[in-house]
């Protein structure tokens, strides 16, 4: 049985079925700790940086 871990997902993603879709302060959800691996080894963890904030804001994108 792996234990939980809390986690702030900050791109939209389906878990158990459901679907989130964060806002600039992330949501927190409480996963599995294989999850939550997945979910950091695709970056879903990380907050996104000040120039992509910018950039979404004027309406472009980073790359």
């Given amino acids: 049985m ?3 871990k809390k986690i702030r997902i900050y ?19 409480e996963v ?3 999850d939550a691996a997945f979910l950091e080894s ?6 996104p940086s000040l120039e992509q904030d910018v950039l979404l804001a ?4 980073a790359s």
């Fill in 11 to 29: 791109v939209p993603h389906t878990h158990n079925g459901k679907r989130y879709v964060p806002d600039a302060k992330g949501i927190e959800l």
């Fill in 58 to 61: 004027a309406g472009r994108s």
């Fill in 32 to 34: 599995s700790q294989p």
């Fill in 42 to 47: 695709i970056g879903a963890t990380k907050p």
């Fill in 2 to 4: 792996s234990t939980t």
